[in-house]
């Protein structure tokens, strides 16, 4: 039997699925232990590698959350809300460390992940990427250094497929931003502007949503005062980046407490 750290990936046939499959075979250490698709997906019983453009890894892709989740020492869910949820409760009662990166939750979704902490490592990532995690802290400390008369707004644009706005990252971002600030964002959130908005209220966090084409992931983070302007950004130009964290994470798991942690703990920007 080898050591190495048994993985199993949900969303087996999705666009991260595939990048998380990949990632995992070419990670020294991790072997990937099961693939889960959607129950009745055409990927079912199609080998999770050859499927992946790796090769064949003699692993086929089944249905059965429960039971490949028994199975593995950790497991990678991008997936939907719904889903997301079902697997952090799997994984607590599996005591399997999670990584969910899955976005889109509904703050009482969200709490199942407290719940899952209690009982297992769990990640909680609306993105994976070194890059992104960076822009949330050096957001964060701008917000905390740049007084209320820089107005904050955070643009963001993803691919014409993507089912939830603001982003997950956009969010994290908000997040963020308001900690600095000392706020709550739910008091400062001005997702939608559409007609006659009147004047922008003053310590607003506003959002603004592009989709379209294949974009994989573009953030912007803008601090606007009279006189200047500040622009904090990212771009993704692969999912590679996302499935990279995704691992990574997965791997800093192992022998770790029962708790929930993020990226920042991940890459050591907090212990
Ligand atoms: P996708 O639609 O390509 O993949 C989702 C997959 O989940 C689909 O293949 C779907 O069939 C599958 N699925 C549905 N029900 C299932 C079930 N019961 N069991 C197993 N699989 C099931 O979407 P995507 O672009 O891969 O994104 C997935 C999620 O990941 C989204 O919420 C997205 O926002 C998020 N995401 C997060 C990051 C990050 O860094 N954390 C990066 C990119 C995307």
Known sequence: MSGDLKIGILGAAGRMGQMNIRQVALTDGCVL???IARKGSEAVGQDAGLL???GLLD???TEDAAKMISNVDVVVDFTLPDVAVEVAQLASQAKVALIAGTTGLSPEQETEYHKAAQYVPVVRAANTS?????LIALAEQAAKLLDIEYDIEVLEMHHRHKIDAPSGT???LGEGLARGRGVELADVKQAVRDG???ERRPGDIGFATLRGGDVAGEHEVIFAAEGERITLGHKASSRQVFAAGAIRAAVWTWRKSPGLYTMRHVL????
């Open 196 to 198: 006659h908005t009147g």
């Open 170 to 172: 956009a969010l994290a």
């Open 59 to 61: 692993v086929p892709i």
């Open 52 to 54: 992946a453009g790796v």
């Open 33 to 35: 232990a099961g693939a």
């Open 130 to 134: 070194v890059g992104v995690t960076l």
């Open 268 to 271: 050591g920007f907090e212990d």
